[in-house]
């Protein structure tokens, strides 16, 4: 299945028109619809530069965003699935995959990023060695967990990093808000050829 997106779709109406497709039941493997759902993404959501209209429809559609803590449950239970299948790095790979769909050009970039799409605020903790800092993370804040379980955010900065420093790397969350830590860390090393 392919679908052939136009730029200036509401995200609504990208996956209406993807669940409206009944020729198959699995969803399309189309970079186009990731782009373009990133590119939405890193526009944020900015209420003040709403019209009237855009205003008056988000006031009604905004009863039907999931609240964050039926999120933060649904993550906790994928991630206890794919634990017990002993497979982790899944959810490091999707992050990863999505990381460099976003294509930073830099650490601000990604901080917006991270900022106006609340998944936290995303802050250099230390430069030697690199561990990036995400306060507020929504994925794990308010979960009490023993160990780190932001596989996906590690995911996502290791794809995002590479495309900031042209470099491979590998990111590890050394400490999690789940696990009781006052944020989560990200220790992010360059892969040395």
Do not use: W
Request: include cysteine; hydrophobic fraction near 40%; charge should be neutral.
């Amino acid at each position: 299945m392919h679908i052939h997106l136009k730029l200036n779709k509401e995200m609504g109406e990208i996956f209406k028109e993807i669940m409206e497709d009944k020729e198959k039941n699995d969803l399309p493997n189309d970079d186009g619809l990731v782009n373009e759902v990133v590119e939405h993404l890193k526009k944020g959501f900015n209420k003040e530069k709403m019209t009237f209209d855009e205003k008056k429809y988000t006031d009604r559609k905004i009863k039907e965003y999931i609240p964050l803590e039926l999120f933060r449950v649904m993550i906790y239970i994928v991630i206890k699935k794919i634990k017990e299948r002993g497979s982790e790095i899944t959810l490091y790979e999707m992050g990863y995959e999505f990381g460099k769909f976003l294509e930073p050009k830099n650490i601000r970039e990604l901080k917006t990023f991270f900022r106006k799409n609340n998944l936290g605020i995303l802050e250099i903790e230390s430069r030697k060695p690199f561990i990036l800092k995400v306060r507020e993370c929504a994925m794990c804040g308010g979960l009490d967990i023993n160990e780190p379980i932001c596989h996906f955010d590690a995911g996502l900065i290791a794809g995002a990093m590479e495309c900031i420093l042209k470099k491979t790397v590998v990111v590890d969350e050394i400490k999690c808000m789940a696990q009781g830590a006052d944020a989560c860390y990200f220790k992010i090393e360059v892969v040395k050829d």
